[in-house]
């Protein structure tokens, strides 16, 4: 905590204020992907130990629940490596479109089969 603080106060120090949050986070940018309003909940079980540094950050009014902190974390995760994670969802696309053309055929397959 001391080391942020203390981070905090250098970047401020030279002319760039920068909170906490920013710092944790940091500075996820305002792109489309993430200035979307929150709409599906996804539930989760995490170990303990990471539910504790959450609860603190809640504690320190860095994020205002575990939902919005968790939220923002994957976000992060996620924006940093936005190039990789749409190709996989061209992937998962292009697999989808498969499996339903093969699913088709099968169904063909059986139909033919039975007449």
Do not use: C, W
Request: charged content about 35%; cysteine-free; overall charge negative.
């Amino acid at each position: 905590m001391k080391e942020l603080i203390e981070m905090e106060k250098e970047l401020a120090e030279e002319g760039t204020p920068v909170s906490l949050r920013e710092q944790l986070l940091g500075r996820v940018s305002d792109d489309d992907l993430f200035s979307k309003k929150r709409e599906i909940s996804v539930m989760t079980r995490m170990s303990s130990d990471l539910v504790e540094i959450i609860d603190a950050l809640i504690e320190l009014e860095i994020f205002k629940s575990r939902s919005e902190a968790v939220s923002a974390f994957v976000e992060q995760a996620i924006s940093s490596r936005m190039k990789m994670f749409e190709e996989i969802k061209t992937q998962a696309q292009d697999i989808r479109q498969l499996r339903d053309s093969a699913k088709k055929h099968a169904f063909g397959v059986f139909q033919e089969e039975s007449s």
